[in-house]
């Protein structure tokens, strides 16, 4: 059985560390464009990338000391640029950050953070998508109840439902692609925008050797559309992981019970009633999916900044992007882990099938009636009465409720069928004569 949950990597891309790492290879990468512009010379770039690589080499301490400068200064960005400049201990260090401003910095970084991100979320999926298609495989012909309004409705299959799981899982590993490339823009543009201090070229060199495009325009910042982009593609990849939660945990119930998570060996169900195997992996992915839901609220709260940027959004940003990124990778951990472990009960969906005594057949003799020449409404009478006659007996406690019987009984029904047609059309192989071919349309 699979066991995986949040990697060290996805926490490890959040990290302080990480983000001036990111940080010291934007400001080196500028000074480098500007080397080749002239501007910088190239014995004053070597000294500033000799201190730059003693940070490299001790990202932990870097960090350490620009949050105790940031303490005096009261300034993130000031606090790195000092902690690197007493590094390069040279005059060369008047060039470290030349032209720019703390945004194309943090938000230049920040799109790498999300493209990294992004690529282990891709990741998680890739990894997700082939356990349900073979789970979905495995049951492609197993019949069991399709619901409508929670009610039986007509039967499909279990792989059926699995097969539709994969397909909305796929399309999240679209949406994954498409915001991965939405989000990778950097920017290096100036305190508003104008590239009065630098030229584009300088810009576009740093993106270009980060995998990142330059904004065709911005302000201060990186516009926050794209991110709002980003965060509510990860809540409704989230909205469908609550889809699948409350699928299963209605199955699970101890009346329906066709599907159930995993219950590991030494595991407790409850403090109070031995007996109990409860669904709180699933009901931990529906809570789970509200948080990020809630996370993308505030994302799109951080769209509207005031004229050319405020830093509303920067305190918001630093709390729900580690924590929806993180989230979802674990929470793909716990679906591919509960996924790989379902454990499948066919005999109760075959008892299931039965308590709505044959009646999921209405539509089918409903259509073939109107085959037979009666009015939509003609038929429709009819059919109804004899399903309504089916429950009658059946709360009347006699054992001999059956929708096939009901209907031969009916003269105005029996009469439009010759001998052994409504048996015919009253098989569950009816229902799932396109199972193969929908399977084989799907690719699984």
Known sequence: MIQRYSRPEMRAIWTDENRLRIWLQI???ASEALVRSGVVPKADFAKMKAGADRCFADTQALTARAKELEKTLNHDVI?????????????ASRWLHFGLTSSDIVDTAF??????SADLLIADVEALLPVIARRAREYQFTPCIGRSHGIHGEPTTFGLKLALMHEEFRRGLERLRHVREVVAVGKLSGAVGTHAHLPPKVEAHVCRKLGLRPAPIATQVVQRDLHAEFMNTLALIGAGFEHWAVEFRHLQRTEVLEAEEPFTRGQKG???MPHKRNPITWERLTG???????????????????HERDISHSSVERIIFPDSCTLLDYMFGLLTR??????VYPENMKKNLGLSLGMWNSQTVLLALIRKGLTREDAYGLVQRNAMKTWEVKHAGRDDADFLEQLKTDPEVARHFKKGELEALCSVDFHLREVKNRFKQLGL
Do not use: C, H, K, Y
């Open 288 to 306: 789970l999916s509200r948080v990020l839901r809630g996370n993308a609220l505030a994302a799109m709260e951080n769209v509207a900044l005031w």
């Open 338 to 343: 509960l996924m790989d472990g379902l454990l």
């Open 270 to 272: 409850s403090s109070a």
């Open 111 to 116: 799109a790498v953070q999300m493209v990294q």
């Open 27 to 29: 400001e080196l990468l």
């Open 79 to 91: 606090g790195f640029t000092t902690a690197v400049a007493e590094q390069i201990n040279d005059p």
